[in-house]
């Protein structure tokens, strides 16, 4: 294994006989949500700037419903044996999900500083409003269950 340097301090892990090829271009630290990824940008084609995430440089692009995994959910450990492809579906089945309420189907909010409970109606999240307690936005979502159905409503966190 060894280190390629990027961008804001950042190294990537990449496996031996793969540094000498990606160590000829410079890399950046991009950050997705609240991941690291290695990228680089590609020459121009038509007047439109690309960019290839180094993932994808070693594994190749995917066919449409395909995307790379990193299975240890860090996007700068882009050793092959860290590598997966997946559907989108699978590669979310590993995302680390935060529980911050010890209730089913409320989390806090940060922006507005206050406590949300949410529901899933056949896959489409509902917003069932912003509470000042984790304990009434509870009982927002208890109501909702009760009026709508237990069957149809499945809590998401």
Known sequence: MKEISLTQSKVALVDDDMFEELNKYKWYAHKRVSIFYAARCLPREGGKQRMISMHEMIL???????????????GLNNQRDNLRIVTHRQNGQNRHQ??????????????SRSWCGRISISGKRKCLGYFKTEKEAFQSYRNAVKNIGESVISGIF
């Not at 995917?62 to 995307?67: R, T």
């Open 98 to 111: 935060i529980k911050a309420s010890k209730y089913p189907g409320i989390y806090f909010h940060k922006p």
């Open 60 to 74: 190749g692009k995917q066919p449409d419903n395909y995307e790379i995994d990193h299975k240890d959910g860090n």
